[in-house]
């Protein structure tokens, strides 16, 4: 079982992931910005319900520094602290999805791929919680095309539209 745990020695608002050794009341938070908000194709609360795990729990909607991409079905965010901002939802979650949500955005210990799991500290309705985010590096985005506004679910409605 996987965890959030955080480095005190971490200055620049990313912290390691670790092995569960902390209280099981512990706080888990992940920030979701694009397929896995609530209402998109991978919404967390429908893939935690399929694997018969307790349901996230919404602490509110705010944005992280970064850009987001499009790569077609999903968007990609490359974080940078003097972005524009990239609208996502923080949620509470109980440490069994963490492997779940490992899976959708194809995060496997000692294989590089498109996305990474990392922490970082994002503030919400007057907290800071210590996050779970999946971006993607800058060299991923390439020629892609950047996503005006930030929020994948606006895009991709807006998108979505006009193509019909």
Known sequence: ??????????TDNTHSVGEAHDTPDE????????????????DMMRAAARHGIASPS???????????YDFGHYPG???DAAGHG????????????????DEIEAVYPGEAGLF???????????STYACIVYPVSESAV???????????VAYRRERDAAAV
Not at 86 to 101: E, F, K, N, Q, S
Not at 116 to 126: L, P, Q, S, T, Y
């Open 116 to 126: 990474v799991r990392e922490m970082h500290d994002i503030a919400c309705n007057g």
């Open 77 to 79: 965010m490359v974080i």
């Open 86 to 101: 990239v609208t996502g939802d923080i949620y509470r979650i109980p440490a069994a999805l963490i492997p779940v949500l």
């Open 1 to 10: 079982m996987t965890t959030a745990t955080r480095d005190p020695h971490d």
């Open 58 to 68: 919404y602490i509110g909607t705010t944005s992280l520094g970064g850009h987001l």
């Open 27 to 42: 706080a888990i938070h992940v920030f979701v910005y694009g397929t896995l908000r609530a209402g998109e194709i991978n």
């Open 142 to 152: 390439g020629q892609l095309p950047q996503i005006p506004g930030g929020d994948w």
